[in-house]
């Protein structure tokens, strides 16, 4: 099982902007932004720079560059809001490394969190300990990042409330049964951000 969702995190971070509307994904490749308000003005302090995602072990990344064309790639140890390799958009969260998987108005970005495993020695009688094992199971989830820089779960409400400014959609979207809701939740903040593109 652990395989599989290795592979599935590497194609999560290797996946290209396929789904995003290059009129709506404007934002600066090979590129460090410091604040949510430098991502949301596309005004990145650091650029260009050859910035990526190095792979260091299962379920383990570590953010690199390269300070010239000469030199070794190095670890990147200054403290970043998001930052961009030349394919894709990323936000620091939660102190992990997460994927856009669309920009506009408002984002969407699914979030890794890996599997962690800690041990809990129980002091017991006669100075003998028994090890107990705690697993936390790893998981996706995905967030909104909304137009003011609050960060809330994807759900069915969370979207409702995104589109009371666009009440053709909102019908559209009311309409609809609640699997279809769930289901297609992602794709009408698309669907948003395609109507509401420099707004």
Known sequence: MKPILTVLLTILITTSFAQVDTQIDTIKRNAVFLSYEEFKNNTPSIHPITIFIDKAGTDKFILKYLPDSLSKPQKYREPLWGFSDSVNVYIKYRGHYALFQTIGKVCVFIYFQAEHTSWNYMSMPYSTSM???????EKTTTYILDATGNIIKLTVSAVKNILQDDEELL?????ESKHDQDRDKYHYLVKYNERHTGK
């Not at 090890?131 to 199971?137: D, L």
């Open 131 to 137: 090890p107990t094992r705690s697993v936390t199971p």
């Open 171 to 175: 019908k559209t979207f009311n309409d």
